[in-house]
């Protein structure tokens, strides 16, 4: 999923993430990685409990999307999340692009793609660009 490189410290510890993502393995690998910043983390396994989650908890700061999931895929769970919060921003991580393909995050409803296997810098980096620091 992600290349071993060390990461700058960042202390997001004011924030909040919403992780989508059906697979136990993908979702405890990202929780590890986020504990180091210390940044609050939800769990949705499927699409729509996402949008539930969007629903009930106001303190969302980003979402990281997983693509195949179950229920409703990550596009249309991201399209109905970005109608009801457009302020909250969303990124895809997905491994579903193949070499070569290139998909914008504009041909989406979503703030940024990240690739799978991702550089964990880059994902910092990308997570960055998107907090409201």
Known sequence: MMNNEKTEKVDWNAF??????????NYKLLESLFKK???NILWAKSGIEAIKTCEICNKIN???????????DGFEASKIIKSKHPDIPVIILTASVAD??????????C???????????????TIKELLPL
Request: without cysteine.
């Open 62 to 72: 980003i979402i990281l999307m997983d693509i195949q999931l179950p229920e409703m």
């Open 16 to 25: 909040t993430v919403l992780i989508v993502e059906d697979d136990l393995a």
């Open 37 to 39: 910043t210390k940044i």
């Open 111 to 125: 703030d940024r793609i990240v690739s799978k296997p991702f550089n964990l810098n880059h994902l910092i980096n």
């Open 100 to 109: 070569g393909e290139s998909i914008r995050a504009d041909d989406f409803i």
